[in-house]
């Protein structure tokens, strides 16, 4: 069974740094992109970030770029997403999820993180 | 960059019936489509990827077609657990893209 599971949220003052993690079972974890979707309160869905499996190819959208970085230990089966910079808009719900160029397969139950002084 | 655009907003149906739910892309995605239900208070679920095909342990009420930029999920036979919110998604380019979502409520 594909698990996925986030820690790391908290609340943290505008222009902080955040850390999230994502601990991941039950597939081989080299074989997927790994990816972070976030979900403001009330709004829809937006990526985040991205991936490879080997862990040498990232992506961002423009929102984060500059601001987040991804990496991932495939030798714990972990993903990492560093959140520098960050802006009252950047408060949401976190997600983890197995995947990136090909939709999203797995999810995790996500972490919040709230922006504010 | 590639623009998801979902209508409508919110759907109204009663249990039994179908729902219809659109998406457009603003340039072609070819086939590379998802749509998502998400629950109130749950993670997004992989419904359909590939524009038509379902994910593992989606039932087959659950359909999608369409390629290029026009797109539908169709949901026959709405039961209690369908009424959730639906996204789109493409996954043909960078940045990934979502629809705003479709809000499928109890008529």
């Known amino acids: 069974e594909v698990q996925l599971l986030e820690s790391g949220g908290g609340l943290v003052q505008p222009g902080g740094s955040l850390r999230l993690s994502c601990a991941a079972s039950?597939?081989?974890?080299?074989?997927?992109?790994m990816s972070w979707v976030r979900q403001a309160p009330g709004k829809g869905l937006e990526w985040v970030s991205s991936i490879s499996g080997s862990g040498d190819i990232t992506y961002f959208p423009d929102s984060v770029k500059g601001r987040f970085t991804i990496s991932r230990d495939n030798s714990k089966n972990t993903v990492n997403l560093q959140m520098n910079s960050l802006r009252a808009e950047d408060t949401a719900v976190y997600y983890c999820a197995q995947g990136g160029g090909s939709g999203f397969d797995y999810w995790g139950q996500g972490t919040l993180v709230t922006v504010s002084s | 960059e590639k623009v998801m655009t979902q209508s409508p907003a919110t759907l109204s149906v009663s249990p039994g019936e179908r729902a219809t739910l659109s998406c457009r892309a603003s340039q072609s995605v070819g086939s590379h489509l998802a749509w998502y239900q998400q629950q109130p208070g749950q993670a997004p679920r992989l419904l359909i990827y590939?524009?038509?095909t379902r994910a593992t342990g989606v039932p087959a009420r659950f359909s999608g077609s369409g390629s290029g930029t026009e797109f539908t999920l169709t949901i026959s036979n709405l039961q209690s657990g369908d009424f959730a919110v639906y996204y789109c998604?493409?996954?043909?380019?960078?940045?990934?893209?979502f629809g705003g979502g479709t809000k499928v409520e109890i008529k």
């Open positions: 590939g524009a038509s």
């Open positions: 039950g597939f081989t974890f080299t074989n997927y992109a």
């Open positions: 998604q493409q996954y043909t380019e960078w940045p990934l893209a």
